[in-house]
């Protein structure tokens, strides 16, 4: 059984009518629910004006990993926080803007963003390491519905060597 950890994901920007069913769908296949009771999301969850958070627990490595692949394969701007394994992985933050690779930032128990000392080396000047916090505090804007996903923003295309 893989390592598991609990996680939440907060999902927003643009969004095509036509995908608000397969994201819910994605949600749903990685255990996700509106809060940590157990109620389900529906297509209504998904309203313009607001994010969408989803949470679940034990999550095989803390990732909603259906979910995380849906929203990159659709430009669709996310935040993912996951809780530790002991022994097997730290807290972790995931931030996919829409527009490039999600970042990934190691965080503490108390949810504050970590910067390795090798990870300030390679930043390199204080500008490049505002601009990393900046990306570690991303936050998803509020969803706004889109009719035609010809008007959507393309998906980044990930490059797999």
């Not at 259906?66 to 993912?80: D, G, L, M």
């Not at 390679?122 to 010809?150: H, K, Q, R």
Request: aromatic share 8%.
């Amino acid at each position: 059984m893989a390592d598991r950890a609990s996680a939440s994901i907060l999902i927003g920007g643009t969004i095509a009518r036509s995908c608000i069913s397969g994201l819910i769908a994605a949600i749903d296949l990685d255990g996700g629910r509106a809060d940590w009771e157990g109620e389900a999301l529906d297509e209504l969850s998904v309203r313009n004006g607001e994010t969408l958070e989803a949470v679940a627990y034990e999550l095989p490595g803390g990732i909603f990993q259906e979910t995380e692949s849906f929203c990159e394969q659709h430009a669709i701007a996310f935040v993912r926080s996951s809780g530790s394994c002991a022994g097997a992985f730290g807290p972790e933050r995931v931030v996919f803007t829409g527009e490039r690779p999600a970042a990934h930032f190691d965080l503490t128990e108390n949810d504050e963003v970590v910067l390795t000392q090798y990870g300030l080396r390679a930043l390199g000047s204080l500008e490049a390491i505002e601009s990393w916090f900046v990306t570690a505090g991303f936050t998803p804007p509020p969803i706004m519905i889109v009719e035609d996903e010809a008007s959507l923003p393309q998906p980044y295309e990930l490059c797999h060597g």
